[in-house]
């Protein structure tokens, strides 16, 4: 299956969901390139920020489990940028 490269955007408005958002964010570490969080302590929000490269049912894996945690929500961008893993066909 081929890797797509993208963007996710986090909002977390209800800081007692943060455990459960890490707890995900490390489930899906190995699709998970950079992440950059961002605590925003005077409005009682939290924002972070992934670029993720996998194959596209494990984005949607991860975007969906995402959003179904209380107080988050969840936006993402995939790019045209397509890797095929080694041994699918299309890469052969």
């Known amino acids: 299956m081929e890797k ?3 963007i996710v955007a986090i909002l977390v408005e209800e800081q007692a969901s943060v455990p459960r958002v890490n707890a995900l964010l490390s489930e ?12 925003m302590r005077g409005k009682g929000i939290s924002l972070i ?15 969906g489990r995402l959003g179904k945690v209380p107080g988050v929500k969840v936006k ?12 699918d066909a299309a890469a052969e």
């Open 4 to 6: 797509r490269l993208g």
């Open 28 to 39: 899906y570490a190995d699709i998970v390139d950079a992440r950059l969080g961002l605590p």
């Open 49 to 63: 920020s992934l670029v993720v490269e996998g194959d596209t049912d494990t984005l949607g894996a991860l975007t």
């Open 76 to 87: 993402s961008v995939l790019t045209g940028f397509r890797e095929s893993e080694p041994g």
